[in-house]
């Protein structure tokens, strides 16, 4: 399989998990018991924009859109920036509020404060190189920033496997995927992407010689 076909083929795993993702687990928490619980609409709010975020991220990846369409890459990039604001900001207060505070799982709440500072950071360093026209970084940190973004699902994926083929309480899981589900795939992000600018700067550095 040539490069030409891994990149579609790999972004339409990605949406389909994600779809998959939304359709059995956020959609749940629509219903009026959901508002009526004391975290309910702040909850909402971040499952709300969570969703947008992971359906508009991708849309910024596909050179063919960024090249025809500019003025909707640029709309769709403003929704997935805008949606990462509210989500990350929303749940950052649940698990100041919720988890910490009334739960008392210090463990878990630290951790999608971390979730949460990550998003936001990676996104703000995403928008700062744009506006700098630094097109290289503003690409990189996107796709950091959609990693991070993915984290929700990726908690969902490994919670699943860590419940039910390990075994592992539910209280232990929620701790370490709190953690994991952004720290461990942007680990390997960043190796990914600091090996391509390496390969780069080795072809540059050839050709100049």
């Not at 505070?101 to 996104?123: C, D, H, P």
């Not at 496997?161 to 390990?166: E, H, M, P, Q, R």
């Not at 309480?169 to 994991?180: F, G, H, N, T, V």
């Amino acid at each position: 399989m040539t490069r030409k076909y891994i990149y579609p083929f790999t972004w339409s795993v990605i949406i389909l998990v994600n779809v998959y993702f939304i359709y059995n687990f956020p959609l749940r928490y629509f219903n009026y018991k959901a508002w009526l619980k004391p975290f309910g609409p702040l909850l909402l709010t971040h499952i709300v924009f969570g969703i947008i975020a992971l359906l508009a991220g991708p849309v910024q990846f596909f050179p063919s859109i960024r090249k025809q369409y500019l003025k909707f890459h640029r709309t769709t990039g403003k929704i997935y920036l805008l949606s990462v604001l509210m989500g990350a900001v929303s749940a950052m207060v649940l698990a100041v509020s919720n988890a910490i505070i009334t739960q008392n799982r210090i463990i878990f709440g630290t951790g999608l404060i971390g979730l949460s500072v990550a998003w936001l950071l990676t996104s703000g360093m995403a928008l700062s190189a744009i506006k700098n026209g630094n097109l290289p970084q503003h690409r990189e940190w996107m796709i950091r920033s959609y990693v991070v973004t993915c984290g929700f699902t990726t908690f969902r994926i490994f919670a699943v496997t860590l419940t039910s083929y390990l075994h592992l309480p539910y209280e232990d899981m929620s701790q370490i995927m709190a953690w994991a589900c952004w720290s461990v795939p942007l680990l390997f992000t960043e190796i990914i992407l600091q090996a391509r600018n390496m390969r780069q700067s080795n072809v540059l550095l050839r050709t100049n010689l």
